[in-house]
Structure formats: structure tokens, C-alpha cells
């Protein structure tokens, strides 16, 4: 048996033990896009537009991953390890929409005097986007530990009980 055989082999084994239940961090997002498309809808300067902008990107973004993952948890039997490197991919660009989000922001904080801008919605709106970005970066943990496990051939449940015995 040649080494890429086994290797071949090793995955196979991987893709049949292991479940990739998504995560918990996987939320819907109708309700981001509600919030968000309210503030842009009332939004009187281009910063504003432009943190709506980049919020809407995050959430393409995060769809897209999200949509990737699931027919790779769909098929584990068949992976593609190059579908988790894509989910990884799109969690980077979302989590980095999200913080040009909050840059954008600030600058509403700034040139919000003499608006109608309320100080407090863009506070919470900045709150909203840190937590957004806090849970891309669960995502992209998960995500990352599931990409190496695959490139390892390390079925989840084995790994889980070399970490219970150290």
C-alpha cells in the first residue's frame, strides 16, 4: 500500500467517525439583518451607510460559510477538506467586515454631533458588533480545529481521549 493510499485510507476513517455537529455559534441572522437594515434606513452619513455596508458583508459572508459547512456535515462520509478551508476563509473576511464595521462607527461617534444620530443606538450597535465578532471567533476555532483534524486523519472522539489521559 503506498503512503497515499493510507493516507487516503486515514481520511476515509476520519470522515466516518467523526460528527460534524455545527455549532451552537451558528445562529440565525434575519434578526442582524433587521436591526442593521433599520439603522442604514435611517442613516444620514456615509460613514453610517458604510457600517451597514460592511455588516451586510459580514453576513454574506457568514451565510456563505455557514452554507459551506453544512454540506460538508452533511456528506462527512465524502469531505472535502478543502470545504473547511473555505469556511475558514469566509469567517476571516466576516469577523473582518464586523471590525471594519466598529471602525466605521467610531467615526458616526464623531461626526454624530449636530445629527440626528443617537449616541446611545451607535453605542449599542458597537456592543452588537464586538459580539458578532467574539462569536466569529469561536466559529473560526471550531472551524480551524475541525480543518486539522481532518488534515490529520485524527477521528474527534481519539483526540478528545489523548487530551482526557495528559
Known amino acids: 500500500m503506498t503512503t497515499l493510499d493510507h493516507q487516503h485510507r486515514t481520511l476515509a476513517q476520519y470522515c466516518a467517525s467523526v460528527s460534524l455537529a455545527p455549532s451552537t455559534a451558528w445562529i440565525p441572522l434575519d ?20 457600517a451597514t455596508s460592511r455588516v451586510f458583508a459580514a453576513l454574506a459572508q457568514e451565510t ?8 460538508a456535515w452533511r456528506t462527512s462520509q465524502d ?6 478551508g473555505h469556511v475558514l476563509d469566509e469567517l ?8 471594519d464595521a466598529l471602525l466605521s462607527l467610531e467615526f458616526v461617534v464623531m461626526e454624530a454631533r449636530g445629527t440626528q444620530i443617537s449616541p446611545e443606538t451607535v453605542r449599542l450597535l458597537m456592543i452588537e ?3 458578532q465578532r467574539m462569536r466569529l ?27 482526557m489521559r495528559r
Open 79 to 84: 469531505v472535502d477538506v478543502t470545504d473547511l
Open 92 to 99: 476571516v473576511q466576516a469577523r473582518q467586515s464586523w471590525t
Open 64 to 71: 456563505s460559510a455557514r452554507q459551506t459547512f453544512l454540506i
Open 137 to 163: 471567533s469561536m466559529l473560526l476555532r471550531e472551524a480551524e480545529r475541525e480543518h486539522l483534524r481532518a488534515y490529520r486523519g485524527v477521528p474527534a472522539s481519539h483526540e478528545r481521549e489523548e487530551g
Open 31 to 50: 434578526g442582524l439583518a433587521a436591526q442593521w437594515g433599520h439603522f442604514g434606513a435611517e442613516a444620514t452619513t456615509a460613514r453610517a451607510l458604510q
Open 129 to 131: 458588533a464586538m459580539e
